[in-house]
Nanobody, 125 residues
Framework: QVQLVESGGGSVHAGGSLRLSCAASGRTFSTYAMGWFRQAPGKEREFVAAISWSGGQTYYADSVESRFSISRGNADNTVDLQMNSLKPEDTAVYYC??????????????????WGQGTQVTVSS
């Protein structure tokens, strides 16, 4: 059973930074791509970024590419999302997800089969 737990969310003013972390655990012995998604109230789930488990390949939504960075975390079995120059429109619940394969170039939620519970990010103006 794969489990994903996000942490690091919070409230910041526009222009601030947050670093999210996703910790993965469970009975899995293979490597998979990991992704970050976000969902604001009343809106559809939106792709943010993805990374191959090796960390060698990354993929970003156009809206965040110049500001966000996905990477393998400092601790084992973690994936981080560094968010800089945050804007009010970044406000959402952020979800960590594991892909069905190690292919990283997927932005559809259908290509991810395990999800964390989400962590709230609020950016005020």
């Amino acid at each position: 059973q794969v489990q994903l737990v996000e942490s690091g969310g919070g409230s910041v003013h526009a222009g601030g930074s947050l670093r999210l972390s996703c910790a993965a655990s469970g009975r899995t012995f293979s490597t998979y791509a990991m992704g970050w998604f976000r969902q604001a109230p009343g809106k559809e789930r939106e792709f943010v970024a993805a990374i191959s488990w090796s960390g060698g390949q990354t993929y970003y939504a156009d809206s965040v590419e110049s500001r966000f960075s996905i990477s393998r975390g400092n601790a084992d079995n973690t994936v981080d999302l560094q968010m800089n120059s945050l804007k009010p429109e970044d406000t959402a619940v952020y979800y960590c997800a594991r892909g069905t394969t190690n292919y990283y170039y997927y932005s559809s939620p259908a290509k991810y089969n395990y999800w964390g519970q989400g962590t709230q990010v609020t950016v005020s103006s």
